[in-house]
């Protein structure tokens, strides 16, 4: 079975305050991992894939196999990234395909 | 705003009652799922679809239903068997080739 665990509900830092949101996930496939945030109002978007290994808005993910971990890192918070953050994971693609999301870290950025 | 388009934003129901959301895509992604959305719970599958005319149950299925008669559409009934329907509820669709979702900006379901 899929399971993503993200083990803080909320994350509160200051600004240019370096910040890591938790990720640990169990599947027994080759694992596929995405962040996904939901700012204030707005629709879900994806945030960053570990396929694609690229940093978007200052966020890099590395997924870790060995300790089954794709946690979130940013080393100097903004107060835009201030949001819902959400770890996913999909199974091995092929005609079953599907998201585990984990609960969810919202993340606030103080001044 | 292009890609999935859910109404309503916000809709009401009376308790007995069924109620329709509406999801449509233009993306021509072959995939569509609907998710329930609940503060401290994260996102829930309720069912999903990789085809016309085919849909499977998620992990939260009971109370609800889906139909996929259209590629492009991927409806969700509330029935009045489902004994908490008050939630926030998101439509995705995905290119399977690709990975990952596209969501809908979802409707916020009240009973009343």
């Known amino acids: 079975a899929q399971r993503v665990t993200q083990p803080e509900k909320l994350l509160s830092v200051f600004k240019g305050a370096p910040v890591e949101l938790k990720c640990n996930y169990s599947?027994?496939?080759?694992?596929?991992l995405f962040w996904y945030v939901q700012y204030s109002r707005q629709r879900l978007q994806l945030l960053l894939r570990?396929?694609s290994r690229e940093s978007i808005k200052g966020f890099t993910a590395d997924l870790n196999k060995g300790e089954t971990s794709f946690h979130l890192k940013k080393p100097f918070a903004q107060e835009e990234d201030s949001a819902m953050y959400y770890c996913?994971?999909?199974?091995?693609?092929?005609?079953?395909?599907?998201?585990?999301f984990g609960k969810g870290t919202l993340l606030t950025v103080n001044p | 705003d292009g890609g999935i388009t859910q109404s309503p934003k916000y809709l009401f129901r009376k308790e007995g009652q069924n109620v329709t959301l509406s999801c449509e895509q233009n993306?021509?992604?072959?995939?569509m799922y609907w998710y329930r959305q609940d503060p401290g719970q994260g996102l829930r599958l309720i069912y999903y679809?990789?085809?016309?005319?085919?849909?499977q149950k998620g992990d939260i299925a009971e109370g609800y239903s889906v139909s996929r008669e259209k590629k492009e559409s991927f409806p969700l009934t509330v029935t009045s068997a489902q004994k908490n329907p008050t939630a926030f509820y998101l439509c995705?669709?995905?290119?399977?080739?690709?990975?990952?979702?596209?969501f809908g900006s979802g409707t916020r379901l009240t009973v009343v």
């Open positions: 995705a669709s995905s290119d399977p080739r690709r990975g990952g979702y596209t």
């Open positions: 570990h396929i």
């Open positions: 996913a994971l999909g199974n091995s693609g092929g005609s079953n395909y599907k998201l585990t």
């Open positions: 679809s990789q085809i016309v005319n085919d849909f």
């Open positions: 993306l021509n992604h072959d995939a």
């Open positions: 599947y027994s496939g080759s694992p596929e």
